[in-house]
T-cell receptor, first 111, second 115 residues
Framework: DQQVKQNSPSLSVQEGRISILNCDYT??????FLWYKKYPAEGPTFLIS?????DKNEDGRFTVFLNKSAKHLSLHIVPSQPGDSAVYFC??????????FGEGTQLTVNP | DTAVSQTPKYLVTQMGNDKSIKCEQN?????MYWYKQDSKKFLKIMFS???????INETVPNRFSPKSPDKAHLNLHINSLELGDSAVYFC??????????????FGPGTRLTVL
C-alpha cells in the first residue's frame, strides 16, 4: 500500500524554465510534507517542507504548494539550473510519526 | 564537518556472513534512523531510536539488529546475510521525532552487496 506516490519517474526541462514535480498521497492523517533532493552516491538532502495549515511555502527558487482537498503537493523550481539535476523525493508524516517517501522523480535540467 | 557519517561506504560480502554498518551524527539530535533503499529506489524505514530507545521497528527480519550505544550513534548489525539484503542503507537523524521534528538529515549511504 503506497501512501505517497510520485507518478513521474523522470522530468526533463531546459535551463531557466520552471520545473514542476508532483506528489500525491492517500493518508488523510498526513499533516507535514517534505521534499528531499538526492545526488548519485549521496544521501538525500532536505530541501523544503510545508505544514498542512499552509498551502504554500517558498524558499528562494523553490516553492511547495499543498492542495489538501486533492491530497496533492507540488514542488516548483524556477528558474531551473543544471545543478538542480537530481532525484527529488516527496515525503509525508503525521507529526510524531515516521516519514513515508515517494519513489522519487529524476529531474534533468538541460543547459 | 560531516553531520551524519556512515562507515563503510561500500561493503561486499558473502552470503551467510555477519556484518555491521556504523553511523554517527554530530548534530546533537535525539532521534536516529536506518532506511533501506532497494533496487526499485524506494526509501523504506527500518528502525528509529529516540535517546537510545527503540521507537520504530518496521517489519524487518530479526537478522537485523540495531544498537545505539549513545544518542549520537546508531549501528546496524546484520546476521546471516542473504542475497536480498543487497541494497543501499542510509542512516539519518532528526532533532526529536517524538516532538514532531521531521526534518531528517541523511548520511551518504552504505552500498551493501551480498554475493
Amino acid at each position: 500500500d503506497q501512501q505517497v506516490k510520485q507518478n513521474s519517474p523522470s522530468l526533463s526541462v531546459q535551463e531557466g524554465r520552471i520545473s514542476i514535480l508532483n506528489c500525491d498521497y492517500t493518508n488523510s492523517m498526513f499533516d507535514y510534507f517534505l521534499w528531499y533532493k538526492k545526488y548519485p552516491a549521496e544521501g538525500p538532502t532536505f530541501l523544503i517542507s510545508i505544514s498542512s495549515i499552509k498551502d504554500k511555502n517558498e524558499d528562494g527558487r523553490f516553492t511547495v504548494f499543498l492542495n489538501k482537498s486533492a491530497k496533492h503537493l507540488s514542488l516548483h523550481i524556477v528558474p531551473s539550473q543544471p545543478g538542480d539535476s537530481a532525484v527529488y523525493f516527496c515525503a509525508a508524516s503525521d507529526r510524531g510519526s515516521r516519514l513515508t517517501f515517494g519513489e522519487g522523480t529524476q529531474l534533468t535540467v538541460n543547459p | 564537518d560531516t553531520a551524519v557519517s556512515q562507515t563503510p561506504k561500500y561493503l561486499v560480502t558473502q552470503m551467510g556472513n555477519d556484518k555491521s554498518i556504523k553511523c554517527e551524527q554530530n548534530l546533537g539530535h535525539d532521534t536516529m534512523y536506518w532506511y533501506k533503499q532497494d533496487s526499485k529506489k524506494f526509501l523504506k524505514i527500518m528502525f528509529s531510536y529516540n535517546n537510545k530507545e527503540l521507537i520504530i521497528n518496521e517489519t524487518v527480519p530479526n537478522r537485523f539488529s540495531p544498537k545505539s550505544p549513545d544518542k549520537a550513534h546508531l549501528n546496524l548489525h546484520i546476521n546471516s546475510l542473504e542475497l536480498g539484503d543487497s541494497a543501499v542503507y542510509f542512516c539519518a537523524s532528526s532533532q526529536d521525532l517524538l516532538a514532531g521534528y521531521n526534518e531528517q538529515f541523511f548520511g551518504p549511504g552504505t552500498r551493501l552487496t551480498v554475493l
